[in-house]
């Protein structure tokens, strides 16, 4: 039976609803920045920001060593990824991507399940995200709840800025 990702069960492997979550390695550097601009993609923004937004949407064997990243596989394939940053008490959301044809199959809520138990692991009490417009939905459905804007680019373009409280016991697999 599969390990459900909650508390108990956190770890570089952890599987739920037939995913799994692992580590992300230097090599799969190319293919989270394949993921990262299918999905921005997906939302059908113009060639011309897509571009402005290269760099931003492009993941290196050197981040993935210096940040804690993970990715969701599902039949051997990476559909989608996490990457955080973290100060002493609050983490952010560097980056999730789930692969277009995954939208809406789990493997974003499976990877967010894993941040916030990434997040409590590492002393954290917040993951702030600042959240495309259009995952903001999803954010406010697994529990964030919007706390302002935070500035983007091109300059005046603003993002909402939504706040998760990690929980410090083992309840509701850590979501608040």
């Known amino acids: 039976m599969p390990r459900t990702t ?12 037939g995913i ?3 580590s992300a390695r230097a090599d799969d550097a190319t293919r989270l920045t394949s993921i990262a601009h299918a999905a921005k993609r ?26 804690p990243v993970y990715c969701a596989v599902a039949a051997s394939e990476v559909v989608g990824f996490y990457a955080l940053s973290s100060t002493a008490a609050s983490c952010e959301l560097e980056h999730m991507w789930v692969e277009p044809t ?15 138990e990434r997040v409590r692991a590492l002393g954290g009490s917040a993951l702030m995200i600042a959240s495309d417009p259009n995952a903001e939905g999803f954010y ?3 529990g964030a709840r919007r706390v302002g804007v935070a500035p983007s680019t091109p300059p005046g373009r603003m993002l909402p800025l939504l706040v998760f409280e ?3 016991s083992g309840a509701n697999d850590g979501l608040t």
């Open 6 to 17: 909650n508390a108990a069960s956190l770890g570089d492997d952890s599987t739920t609803t």
């Open 20 to 22: 799994a979550i692992r």
């Open 42 to 67: 997906h939302w059908r923004y113009p060639d011309e920001l897509l571009r402005l937004w290269d760099a931003d949407l492009s993941v290196t064997g050197a981040f993935i060593e210096s940040h």
């Open 102 to 116: 995954h939208i809406g199959t789990g493997v974003g809520t499976a990877l967010f399940q894993h941040a916030v």
């Open 140 to 142: 406010r459905r697994v």
């Open 166 to 168: 990690v929980v410090t």
